[in-house]
């Protein structure tokens, strides 16, 4: 093993699972953008959270209405990541251009994703400055999941997705 710097190491972290962040800014605009950096952080309550850059208009987005959604995108949703991550809510309404396709929420007033694995509907609980990112956590205030969707999209680096899905199944026991 050899010593290597933190962008050489974590260059090999790849793939990882990708969400999509969805949010609803204070004027009705409703943003999506991928992330990667996310994670379940609670169980009872059931809690997630995400790291979003200052600089996003999701960011923006999330404090205006203190909700959005992580919704699990779909073996179909390649074109629609790369798109949503590539253009900016500042520059004007991503989602006509997206090919996403959303239906309202039942607890926030953040719309879900159709076509996605799940949608996971969260209240804004807590925020945590990290260096060039803030930690979003949010309350599972209501979840959704499609059962016609065959498996969940990662993302593999260089603009290029694939399907998570089992393959073999194993089961390992103690001894």
């Known amino acids: 093993m050899r ?20 949010s609803r800014a204070a004027d ?14 609670s169980g009872t309550p059931p809690m997630y959270a995400v790291a979003v850059s200052p600089k996003r208009f999701t960011h923006k987005a999330i404090l205006d209405s203190q909700a959005f959604v992580i919704a699990a995108p779909g ?14 809510g500042w520059d004007g309404d991503k989602m006509p251009h997206s090919g996403l396709k959303t239906t309202p929420g ?3 007033p953040v719309p879900l994703i159709e076509g996605a694995v799940f949608n996971l509907e ?3 609980t807590h925020q945590m400055e990290t260096g060039d990112h803030t ?18 999209l990662m993302n593999f680096g260089d ?17």
């Open 75 to 88: 073996p179909d949703m390649g074109a629609a990541v790369w798109y949503t991550g590539s253009h900016s």
């Open 106 to 108: 039942t607890a926030t």
């Open 3 to 22: 010593q290597t710097t933190p962008e050489e190491a974590l260059a090999r972290k790849y793939p990882e699972w990708i969400v999509l962040v969805v």
């Open 122 to 124: 969260c209240r804004l």
């Open 159 to 175: 603009n290029v997705y694939g399907l998570a899905r089992l393959i073999e199944s194993t089961r390992y026991e103690a001894k």
């Open 28 to 41: 009705g605009q409703v943003d999506v953008m991928p992330a990667g950096w996310s994670m379940v952080c």
């Open 135 to 152: 930690i979003f956590v949010g309350e599972i205030v209501a979840a959704h999941v499609d059962d016609e969707v065959p498996g969940r």
